[in-house]
């Protein structure tokens, strides 16, 4: 998968890239990838997985690197096709996914009500606060840019309620 | 450790003394037996010997899979949509959405329609961007910002091959599917539209295309054979608009052409409830991919009517034999029915209000002698009285509660008199329904210092829209007298106050249409709506006769039991003059 940064920034393709906890099923791990405007492309789902009891305790603090970076990031961006500028979660956990991937990986959060002001290396578009993992910092400008284009069209935390709806709708079928 | 066992010497660490151990090899382990230490001349008492086990059993191993498994991943691909055509240079286009997307709140989401199963297709909806974002994408505006429900309800039509949008009037139907048919089009899904409506209603539709739509091109279908022939095949127009009329004429001419539409979108969808109708059968046989039909009113006497719909929506979701209930869930995903009491908590309350008129004396007079002699008739024809003659005697009634035939005095006309007065001096407008044309064009002179004007069917197109214009513009005009037949429908007066209601329609679906003429989204304040109705006349036996009809229409859309036929029926029209139903009419 090669990473898409040069050309029309409308040919421009975006990760999202988060998760849903079913308390019944287990983790499901969801990747969508959008147009620049905001248009589903490719969506990848996971079957639920089930950590045992075991598992975490033998895992300790590493389970969620595993978990959610390898084992569900992991395995759905394995399976995409589209190249995109960058992969956007909303979920910390899913950061440890960067290991595993040569695209760039951001995390982002609705900006904060409370006025709390920008971290080290977060940059802020159309309500929404981004962070690039410690990996990608040095791309924060290109970042930016390809995102700027994205968020004149999205908000850049709503494609995560179309994940969330589309697992929703998986645990059904 | 040998196996056979050792003896070790060896010295004491502070090299002391010496001791001795035995071993006896692997299995057993002997402690000292001896240990002398010369240090300070000390004998030890031997301890006696102890044997310990020291075989080590290999311990049961249980294996715990610490790395979950791989997990399933399941890909569905879109493909890249195709981007947005820009608007057709030297149309008009209307305003851009604001620049930036909305951050949280509410959003109106395209969900996938019940009879779409495939994962794939139904994860297509679910992924799409809410709508406010699909509508920036295609660089789409609105002349009037849309009202939620608005949104919703182009959310229900967009992912639907067949549906019905049965808002109450007012809601603004066609404004939503104007908007829905300018994504699909921008957007390539249906680039070929057809929409059809009543004759009267194609350049209301055509303002609307221009206000809401204004990129798209449209073709008004009319003019002689030859013209329509030509219209018909205008490549490159992506809204075609028609009539029923037109539609049934050129039937054959469609097929001969070949036409087909990705979209049919049929207004006042009522219609072709009649499914053995040369115009229901016209549309039904049109070439098409989606199915739309707007109507305020699907079911207008009874639940047949929805069948005669669903014809063209659906064909073969529901028959007439099923029950109403089985009916309400079968075409429950397909229909989307909002009242303004839901959804419009923020608009201008309707005030309803009956108007008990009680006739002068002579008018009085005029109507006894009219009802006893129209009862003596029937009474005498016995077996051989008809509807036809019931209906006829019911219509002289109630002509004579509007006018005296004799004397041309009015108790009506005195009480919309005062009324109007009131209205004209507070600068506001009002508009009157009759079902007789001959009774608007009497109103008409006798109300002429409101500057009364007429709208009916006895009127060129032409004359129609030059009297809403002047209704519209001119303060002079307080009153426009319609005729439910041509007012009832499609009219946006909602500049309009005051609705009176001078004679009654036979069905309050009907007469709902008309109030919402005025009672519609932009009403700028209360809307008061006055039924005249003649005390001790045929019009208050009517009346109670349609206070019972009025909640048909609800009980098959909540899927309720109800009543199967809503209709004045014959028994119901003979008990009006308490006659009793000759045999073979009931029948």
Known sequence: ?173 | MSADGRTVVGNDQRGSGTFEVRTLGRDALVLPTVATSAWRDITIAPPPALRLPVTLMPPAVRSVDVVPGWPRVQSHFFGRPATPPLPVPGRPVAPRPPTQPRTGGRRTRIGPPRDVVKPSERFFYLLQPDLDTMLRGCRLGFPRKPFPFQLEGMAFLLPRHAAVLADEMGLGKSMQAISSIRLLVRSGEAPRVLIVCPKGLVSNWARELADWAPELCVAVIDGDPGRRRWQWMLPDVPVKLANYEVLVRDRDLVAELGLAFDLVVLDEAQRIKNKSSQTNQAVVSLARGRSWALTGTPIENSSDDLVGLFEFVDPGQISDRMPPKAMGEAVKDHILRRTKDKVLTEMPPRLDRDAQIELGPEQRETYRQAEEKGVLRLAGMGRQATIQHVFELVLRLKQICNFDTATGESAKLERLTAELEEVQASGRKAIVFSQWVETLRRLREKLAPFGALEYHGGMSTKARDEAIRKFKECREHSVLLLSYGAGAVGLNLQFSQYVFLFDRWWNPAIEDQAINRAHRIGAVGAVTVTRFLSTDTIEERIDEVLRQKRDLSEAILSQADGPTSAGLTAEELFQLFELPVPQRTAA
């Open chain 1, 1 to 173: 998968m090669q990473q898409q940064a040069d050309g029309d920034p409308a040919g421009l393709s975006f990760g999202f890239l988060t998760t849903l906890e079913s308390p019944v099923h287990g983790l499901f791990g969801g990747y969508l990838v959008v147009d620049s405007l905001g248009r589903p492309l490719e969506f990848h789902c996971t079957a639920p997985v089930k950590i045992s009891r075991a598992q975490q305790i033998l895992y300790g603090a590493s389970l969620d690197s595993h978990l959610h970076g390898q084992q569900v990031g992991g395995a759905l961006l394995a399976e995409a096709k589209a190249a995109a500028v960058v992969i956007l979660t909303d979920s910390e956990q899913m950061l440890h996914v960067r290991p595993h991937t040569s695209l760039s990986v951001a995390l982002v959060r609705r900006e904060d009500v409370s006025g709390r002001g920008l971290g080290v290396e977060e940059f802020s578009l159309g309500g929404a606060i981004v962070r690039p993992h410690a990996d990608d910092v040095s791309r924060s400008a290109d970042l930016a840019t390809w995102l700027a284009t994205l968020a004149s069209a999205v908000d850049l935390c709503e494609p995560f309620e179309r994940i969330r709806a589309a697992l929703d709708e998986a645990t059904r079928l």
